[in-house]
């Protein structure tokens, strides 16, 4: 495996604009998925810490 790291060295470098391409590509799937997971496990300790029902329901039509 350590023997391939030169050529893939050798091929970044080759290929700069693709190779930055890729890392920024990555770099913003991991922030997007970071964050809705940061997004969804506040909302889950919001619902979780609040006593009481937050929904109201009425009938259709009632005045």
Known sequence: M???VPYILRSA???RVRSTLTVLGVATA???VTG???ILES???AVAA???TLLAVSEK???
């Open 2 to 4: 350590i023997r391939f």
């Open 13 to 15: 470098w080759r290929n």
């Open 30 to 32: 991991v922030f997007i």
């Open 36 to 38: 809705l997971a940061a």
């Open 43 to 45: 909302r889950r300790s």
């Open 50 to 52: 609040t006593p009481e």
């Open 61 to 63: 039509d009632k005045w």
